[in-house]
Nanobody, 126 residues
Framework: QAHVKESGGGSVQPGGSLRLSCTTS????????MAWSRQSPGKEREVLLC???????KLYADSIKGRFSASRDNAHQLYLDLNSLRVDDTATYYC????????????????????WGQGTQVTVGS
């Protein structure tokens, strides 16, 4: 059974940093893209980035460019480094998988990803 699991969330002060991890197993695809998204209370889920199968291509939402950075290790492990965190970064962060090897031009849409983790909470506050 396919499994997507996030870890690494927590509480941090504004300006601080965190590293989130996502581990996949039993994927039903030979190649797949991975993505991070987040959802804050009362807001719609926002897809933050997509990273392709090789890990060489990364597409970021404007809201996180220059502050968050993704990396992919051995194709089944995805990381998200969150830096210069702000109060409005408080959200549940989700890892997602799409069954193709290159991020689509529609990478920012939730329906581009078939498998999702349960999420990990990030809270930024003093």
């Amino acid at each position: 059974q396919a499994h997507v699991k996030e870890s690494g969330g927590g509480s941090v002060q504004p300006g601080g940093s965190l590293r989130l991890s996502c581990t996949t197993s039993e994927m039903p695809y030979d190649d797949f893209v991975m993505a991070w998204s987040r959802q804050s209370p009362g807001k719609e889920r926002e897809v933050l980035l997509c990273i392709n199968w090789s890990g060489r291509t990364k597409l970021y939402a404007d809201s996180i460019k220059g502050r968050f950075s993704a990396s992919r290790d051995n194709a089944h492990q995805l990381y998200l480094d969150l830096n210069s965190l702000r109060v409005d970064d408080t959200a549940t962060y989700y890892c997602a998988v799409g069954g193709y090897d290159t991020c689509s031009i529609h990478w920012f849409r939730e329906d581009m990803y078939a498998l999702w983790g349960q999420g990990t909470q990030v809270t930024v506050g003093s």
